[in-house]
């Protein structure tokens, strides 16, 4: 099975690799003008080999705030966004003349989440992407950090990759950082094991995963690099994790790091996002009817089978649905705004409408704005 998950990496003809902050600029911020000549020269190569190649790459933050004088990474989000609109147009000249030394030409794509969740947003950065992939030109690809603010994130590079590679269709999603790949302990420590593959979240159930790394310049760790990885080969795509150092091998054979089996087939890279990249912004309490229907049956959740409504949230919002042991075993979209909900539960939406009028005549999430999390008993 390895075997054949490293070919599939070292073969796929359209790759989405991910590049982070710390393998691309200086400790303590600053473009590290080796390594991205270095990094370029291996997917120039790749590409040479008649593949396609989409860049994910972070750096903007960490190439920009040295700039304003700061000599950390800022904490605040308007800080965050004045360094990312200061670095990201340092990152993207520095990428242009470096694949233009090897006769490419870039593309930049900046997007948010709802570029790539929201069906109509959705369809144009694909079209967008995809074009520029027929016309020869490499997209590379950030997190729009001048706009995004917590509500409309990502989360980090390493998921939007990983939806990105969903986007545009990819056969093999490479994650690079400043680590060989998946341990089973910190490896900073010594005695820890390379785990070479991992077949599904079975392999992954009794390891300790850690967070950002030494270098303080980054927003993701191991721990958003595994979620990427789950995220895409949940989705049928295979994915390959090591060390930027270690790129060439990773670009031409796969035959280093951290190799990831896809685990299930293509699904919507909106319900990606939902089950992936984002956290309830509140909690409905199902009775166990109702937790039956949504876990076995495929059903919508309405009125009638909530027991109790926790925290506050707009229509829209993604939000967690419990069972009766407090277990999260979905997380949908909601209909309604918190407010609104006491007042409907238990009762049925045929008697809601003609109490209230027919827009109460709706299920409270939809089937197809829900999706199983892990425990639940169809997820696994």
Same mark, same amino acid.
């Given at each position: 099975?390895?075997?054949? #998950?490293?070919?599939?990496?070292?073969?796929?003809?359209?790759?989405?690799?991910?590049?982070?902050?710390?393998?691309?600029?200086?400790?303590?911020?600053?473009?590290?003008?080796?390594?991205?000549?270095?990094?370029?020269?291996?997917?120039?190569?790749?590409?040479?080999?008649?593949?396609?190649?989409?860049?994910?790459?972070?750096?903007?933050?960490?190439?920009?705030?040295?700039?304003?004088?700061?000599?950390?990474?800022?904490?605040?989000?308007?800080?965050?966004?004045?360094?990312?609109?200061?670095?990201?147009?340092?990152?993207?000249?520095?990428?242009?003349?470096?694949?233009?030394?090897?006769?490419?030409?870039?593309?930049?794509?900046?997007?948010?989440?709802?570029?790539?969740?929201?069906?109509?947003?959705?369809?144009?950065?694909?079209?967008?992407?995809? *074009?520029?992939?027929?016309?020869?030109?490499?997209?590379?690809? !950030?997190? !729009?950090?001048?706009?995004?603010? !917590?509500?409309?994130?990502?989360?980090?590079?390493?998921?939007?990759?990983?939806?990105?590679?969903?986007?545009?269709?990819?056969?093999?999603?490479?994650?690079?950082?400043?680590?060989?790949?998946?341990?089973?302990?910190?490896?900073?420590?010594?005695?820890?094991?390379?785990?070479?593959?991992?077949?599904?979240?079975?392999?992954? *159930?009794?390891?300790?995963?850690?967070?950002?790394?030494?270098?303080?310049?980054?927003?993701?760790?191991?721990?958003?690099? #595994?979620?990427?990885?789950?995220?895409?080969?949940?989705?049928?795509?295979?994915?390959?994790?090591?060390?930027?150092?270690?790129?060439?091998?990773?670009?031409?054979?796969?035959?280093?790091?951290?190799?990831?089996?896809?685990?299930?087939?293509?699904?919507?890279?909106?319900?990606?996002?939902?089950?992936?990249?984002?956290?309830? !912004?509140?909690?409905?309490?199902?009775?166990?009817?109702?937790?039956?229907?949504?876990?076995? *049956?495929?059903?919508?959740?309405?009125?009638?089978?909530?027991?109790?409504?926790?925290?506050?949230?707009?229509?829209?919002?993604?939000?967690?649905?419990?069972?009766?042991?407090?277990?999260?075993?979905?997380?949908?979209?909601?209909?309604?705004?918190?407010?609104?909900?006491?007042?409907?539960?238990?009762?049925?939406?045929?008697?809601?409408?003609?109490?209230?009028?027919?827009?109460?005549?709706?299920?409270?999430?939809?089937?197809?704005?829900?999706?199983?999390?892990?425990?639940?008993?169809?997820? *696994?």
């Amino acid at each position: 099975m390895t075997t054949e #998950v490293r070919s599939a990496i070292a073969e796929a003809m359209r790759i989405v690799v991910k590049v982070g902050s710390s393998s691309l600029t200086l400790r303590g911020g600053g473009i590290d003008d080796e390594a991205i000549s270095a990094l370029v020269a291996q997917l120039a190569a790749r590409r040479a080999r008649g593949h396609q190649v989409v860049l994910v790459s972070s750096g903007s933050i960490a190439t920009g705030f040295p700039v304003l004088g700061l000599t950390q990474r800022p904490r605040d989000l308007a800080t965050q966004q004045a360094s990312a609109s200061v670095g990201q147009g340092m990152l993207i000249a520095r990428y242009t003349s470096a694949f233009a030394e090897h006769g490419l030409t870039v593309g930049q794509v900046l997007l948010t989440a709802d570029d790539v969740t929201r069906r109509a947003h959705y369809r144009n950065a694909q079209r967008t992407l995809f *074009r520029l992939l027929e016309l020869g030109v490499v997209p590379i690809v !950030n997190e !729009n950090d001048t706009v995004a603010t !917590n509500e409309i994130r990502v989360g980090d590079n390493d998921r939007l990759a990983a939806l990105v590679a969903h986007v545009v269709q990819a056969q093999a999603l490479i994650l690079l950082s400043d680590v060989d790949g998946l341990y089973d302990g910190p490896p900073s420590k010594g005695g820890a094991t390379l785990i070479t593959s991992v077949a599904s979240d079975d392999d992954l *159930r009794d390891l300790t995963i850690g967070g950002t790394g030494e270098a303080g310049v980054g927003l993701g760790g191991m721990s958003s690099k #595994v979620e990427a990885a789950r995220i895409a080969s949940s989705a049928g795509i295979p994915v390959l994790l090591t060390s930027a150092s270690r790129a060439a091998q990773a670009l031409a054979t796969a035959d280093v790091g951290t190799a990831f089996a896809p685990t299930g087939s293509r699904t919507s890279t909106r319900l990606l996002w939902l089950k992936h990249a984002t956290t309830g !912004n509140g909690r409905l309490h199902l009775d166990a009817g109702a937790a039956l229907a949504i876990t076995r *049956r495929g059903s919508s959740l309405l009125p009638a089978g909530i027991t109790s409504v926790e925290g506050i949230f707009a229509a829209g919002d993604p939000v967690d649905l419990v069972d009766d042991t407090g277990r999260a075993v979905a997380r949908g979209l909601v209909n309604f705004d918190s407010p609104e909900l006491p007042g409907l539960l238990g009762r049925s939406t045929k008697e809601l409408a003609k109490e209230l009028g027919p827009a109460y005549e709706r299920e409270v999430v939809h089937r197809d704005d829900l999706v199983l999390l892990r425990g639940s008993a169809s997820a *696994r």
